[in-house]
């Protein structure tokens, strides 16, 4: 009798473990009719081990005294470690640990347009509870080949020197890298404000900012009209090492809740230097064997399945895209470490700021010669192509030239126009942060200076000639700038028009500043 009742019990505990099996792969919540419960063996630093919960799932969550939350990360025979995403203060060992049956999940919906928060969901802007639809997984897997479509649609970020010579599609991964203070972040939030007052929209991720930072970068993006349509999540220094280990995971969901409703949006990773460390942490606090520069030998495919999340869908899945920014930090210029080249590789381009470049005054800070984008070329306004086809590859020339003309020797008239040429050209992309430019006003602005127009300006007046030609061309060319927007060709009678509209105002500009003695 006693074997009869043993062998039912175990009959029924296969039955149930098939049964959570089954809802796993489907995708349900599991149907767990027992409740495994452990204990506290050992409490360190942002990790504690616990024993007695053999089931665990790899990255299920756990519920500790008083309600506080950790992972599940290493599984083994005799105890489970577990990485907090809440403080361990009241954690001690002995303590009972008890099995959620549910992995990590984030609130996702409209309700958290315009809201900051943190990577579990919870707010930081004292504006009240966060309303959500649904909860989803912080790790979900990427979208398989067939529901990918082709980068065809361009995504304009108000930067002249990225949308005219790096240009960006809608589901493309570029990354942003430059050394400290360099304007990395400044480039994320321009392309964020730029979005203002279209469909487009943005989730912010921050890792171990400076507190006054984030509400810098909230303020500007209030001040601008871009925070209706934004999510900033936040993981600070100070957090749980949990929380700054699934900052990223948890935006990437909240992003893909809007991607899969139809909709274009954008998610800025800031930085993802500051994640690999926050995961190099972990994984020697968890005595994982380090590979190279300390860092654990799965930190590429920490990076490449959140990555890899970013796509187009095609049309029978709504045709929403995810448009990843992520940024990282370069030492010394050297964009051959560890971090960056992997994230290189994963990534479809890059956009590389230099300090000498920034050190100068010339911002953005863009080195388009280590700047290049593998698939938003294809998504580029077609009038771009029209006037600024082979920029890239002038202006990249120029620069090399311009560096051997330093050593003084004597240059032919040739060379010597090609360098005033290639000046005015660096001038033209000048541009403030917070000073977006639409499209229209930068075909304008390269046609004047690819044209010859503005050869005749002094340097010190390329700033009020880019001003009146962007008048010129919301002012008085309202139907051609409607056709560029709109994707149209520019034809011979197209580009005269705009032509004939700037050389005028350019002579004007010119008259009055022979007028007023400015030379």
């Known amino acids: 009798m006693a074997n009869s009742r043993e062998s039912d019990g175990l009959r029924n505990a296969v039955d149930e473990a098939f049964d959570v099996i089954e809802d796993a792969t489907r995708g349900r919540e599991p149907r767990l009719s027992f409740e495994e419960s452990g204990t506290v063996r050992s409490v360190g630093k942002g990790i504690t081990k616990v024993g007695g919960i053999p089931g665990v799932r790899s990255e299920e969550l756990v519920k500790f005294a008083g309600g506080k939350l950790g992972i599940a990360i290493n599984l083994e025979p005799r105890e489970v470690a577990v990485v907090m995403l809440d403080s361990l203060e009241g954690v001690e060992a002995g303590q009972e640990v008890r099995r959620t049956g549910r992995v990590v999940d984030i609130?996702?919906?409209?309700?958290?347009?315009?809201?900051?928060?943190?990577?579990?969901?919870r707010p930081l802007d004292n504006l009240g509870p966060v309303a959500f639809s649904e909860r989803w997984p912080i790790e979900r897997p990427a979208p398989p080949i067939m529901d990918r479509a082709p980068v065809s649609v361009p995504l304009m970020t108000g930067i002249q020197v990225i949308d005219a010579l790096i240009p960006i599609g809608r589901g493309q991964r570029e990354l942003i890298l430059g050394d400290r203070h360099t304007g990395k972040s400044a480039i994320a939030t321009d392309a964020i404000i730029s979005q203002a007052g279209t469909d487009v929209i943005c989730?912010?991720?921050?890792?171990?900012?400076?507190?006054?930072?984030v509400a810098g970068l909230v303020d500007d993006l209030r001040s601008h009209g871009a925070m209706e349509n934004c999510v900033v999540m936040v993981a600070a220094g100070e957090d749980p090492l949990g929380l700054r280990y699934a900052a990223p995971y948890a935006a990437t969901s909240v992003a893909e809740y809007f991607m899969e409703q139809g909709r274009d949006v954008v998610i800025v990773y800031d930085d993802l230097t500051r994640h690999a460390r926050a995961y190099r942490e972990l994984s020697l606090l968890l005595r994982r064997p380090p590979a190279r520069e300390a860092y654990p030998g799965d930190?590429?495919?920490l990076h490449s399945r959140l990555l890899e999340r970013s796509t187009r869908l095609n049309d029978e899945l709504g045709g929403g895209s995810l448009t990843a920014l992520p940024i990282v930090e370069t030492e010394a210029q050297n964009i051959a470490a560890y971090i960056p080249t992997n994230l290189i590789s994963i990534t479809d381009g890059q956009i590389y700021l230099s300090p000498r470049l920034f050190q100068e005054g010339i911002l953005p800070p863009v080195d388009v010669g280590r700047s290049v984008s593998r698939v938003g070329g294809k998504a580029q306004l077609p009038a771009y192509k029209a006037v600024a086809a082979d920029l890239k590859l002038s202006y990249s020339q120029f620069e090399e030239l311009e560096t051997f003309s330093r050593f003084g020797a004597t240059l032919e008239e040739k060379t010597a126009r090609a360098l005033e040429r290639g000046r005015r050209v660096r001038e033209a992309l000048r541009q403030p942060q917070y000073q977006a430019r639409t499209a229209p006003q930068q075909i304008a602005i390269l046609l004047a200076v690819t044209r010859g127009y503005l050869d005749g300006v002094p340097l010190s007046r390329i700033e009020a000639a880019k001003q009146k030609v962007q008048e010129e061309m919301a002012l008085h060319l309202p139907e051609l700038s409607r056709h560029i927007l709109e994707g149209k060709e520019l034809g011979t009678k197209d580009l005269d028009a705009i032509t004939y509209r700037i050389r005028n105002t350019l002579e004007e500009l010119k008259q009055a500043d022979a007028d007023a003695g400015i030379a």
């Not at 989730?203 to 930072?213: F, G, I, K, P």
């Open 107 to 121: 609130p996702v919906g409209h309700g958290l347009l315009g809201r900051v928060v943190d990577a579990k969901g």
């Open 203 to 213: 989730v912010y991720c921050a890792l171990e900012q400076r507190s006054s930072a």
């Open 299 to 301: 930190i590429f495919y």
